[in-house]
């Protein structure tokens, strides 16, 4: 699935997914996910607001369950540094693991 990076004051500040793509692809039992890009992996923790309304995922962190505040959020930065309009997200594992590979330029 091909996705747009949203950018605030010139920051990328999430990675939309849309209703569609997350009824089939993510889990609400399944909120923890891992992240593969950039030749590394990572981890985020799914909201309420993920599944409810706000259909995105905002970051990627080295580690679970430890406050989102106190890490790097490596996702961004990512994306932000190499100026990514749009990112391919393959799903290695259903509900689980995501490959996300840059797919366009800003």
């Not at 089939?24 to 309304?53: A, H, P, V």
């Not at 970051?59 to 749009?86: C, D, H």
Request: glycine share 2%.
């Amino acid at each position: 699935m091909l996705k747009k990076v949203n950018y605030k004051n010139n920051k990328a500040y999430r990675v939309y997914i849309g209703k569609n793509d997350r009824a089939q692809y993510f889990d609400t039992n399944c909120r923890n996910i891992i992240l593969e890009f950039n030749n590394g992996t990572y981890y985020n923790e799914l909201t309420n607001s993920f599944f409810k309304d706000c259909p995105h995922i905002d970051g990627a962190y080295l580690k679970l369950n430890v406050s989102k505040r106190s890490q790097v959020n490596i996702l961004l930065s990512w994306l932000t540094n190499n100026k990514v309009n749009e990112v391919k997200i393959e799903v290695l594992e259903n509900n689980v693991r995501f490959k996300i590979t840059i797919h366009s330029f800003l």
